[in-house]
């Protein structure tokens, strides 16, 4: 049974997942997200201040240095996660790019120029609106540095362009080249922007989030983050990175932390849970899968190998890193682990998103960098209940993965017996001699 499913993935789920691992597009957008983590965390840590004097009052020079400088404190967030669309549209430009071997600082600047003619809007006094060159802006930044680094590869391809004599400077000649691709992206997204403006009464961002509106809305849903974690144990179990998954979670899960921490900057609560702070504290607790149980029943194993690995895989796990469990034990096309890594794993992950659901854990402001479990979880948004959700899914994943590592070890167990018969220079009957004697060879 075991091996046909494993055929069948093999033949339709695994092809389907490197195909979206090597695709440019989505591959720049991965990237473009990665490269938002530095923004993430130093976002965050502005919102660490404000909550100081929460914790030790309000009557005491420290906070009162806080409250007075709030403003400061909080610039790095306004020109950090308040401009993040703008700069994943420049990285994911970069990207493409470099992919198709383009002139880099050309294509960045038509792609940023794209965006910005989507996205940006004026106010009555003359000033231009950034609302959409934040989170909001995800999805039209995608859409505009895609358009155009694909316009500029087009115009190059039908030689769309100013060639200038071989004696003309390259910058001069580059410059030049760019006049006539320029006035075809700029021409095609003012159509868009006047079309959307005229026709629609409505900036283009805002029917990206309108189109996107089902799909953001249903992951911030504790059934959906279940099915998601699942997916990615599936992913990993065969051998599969669930990193190619990215490209459509990493722009809901970054919008979302942006909307906590912008509530509770104003003065509120975070209201979603599917951040990028849960998905590692939580959902990867000790690694894809919670394989925690699995490196405790490793270390008091009675299999020298299992033993081994069990030590190895130990300081990682702690990091919320399970490959040297993964690869090791090991766990990928294992049917024996199957269950308790693909299923369980999953929902042992999402345990404390329902705890979020129910209101019994505070939603994540924060995205920490790896500093080891429950820290990690309490980090996320600061609250004591983190610390309770770790705990549980760390008892639950010692008894899920027992029956099933007894299982395995038992036929390791029997392998290392016969391994060390065939080794022996005695019988049976002269090892049990020995034994009795007490004497070691």
Known sequence: ?????????????????????????????????????????????????????????????????????LDIIYVPFKVGMALMSLYVSAIIAYHLAQSYKLDVPGTLCMAVIAFLMMAVDYTEDGGISTGFLGPKGLFAAMFSSIIAVELYRWCKKKNFTIKMPDSVPDFVSRSFEMI?????????????????????????????????????????NPFAVTFLQILRCLLFFFGIHPSVLSPITSPISTQFLAENIAAVQAGGQAMHFFAPGPESA?????????????????????SKAQKQIGRVALIPALFGINEPILFGAPIVLNPIFFIPYVICGGIIGTVPYWMMYFGWLKCSTFTPPYVGVFLEG???????MSLVANGIQLVLSILVWYPFFKLYEKRELEQENKIKEEKSIFTKEDEALLNDLDLDF
Request: glycine share 6%; aromatic share 12%; net charge positive.
């Open 180 to 220: 006539p691709i320029s006035v075809i992206i700029v021409g095609f997204f003012l159509i868009i922007r006047v079309v959307c403006i005229n026709g629609l009464n409505t900036l283009p961002p805002l029917i990206f989030t309108n189109l996107f509106a089902p799909l953001v809305g249903s992951m911030d």
């Open 1 to 69: 049974m075991f091996d046909k499913f494993e055929a069948f993935m093999s033949k339709y789920l695994t092809p389907i997942a490197n195909k979206m691992d090597k695709q440019r597009h989505l591959s720049a957008v991965k990237k473009a997200m990665v490269a938002m983590t530095p923004l993430l965390i130093i976002g965050s840590f502005c919102l660490i201040p404000e909550a100081i004097p929460n914790m030790i009052g309000e009557n005491n020079p420290v906070s009162q240095w806080i409250l007075a400088n």
């Open 282 to 302: 939580f959902g990867n607790f000790t690694g894809t899968g919670v394989t925690f149980g699995l490196v405790f029943w490793c270390l008091l194993s009675k």
């Open 378 to 384: 309490y980090l996320t948004n600061f609250d004591v």
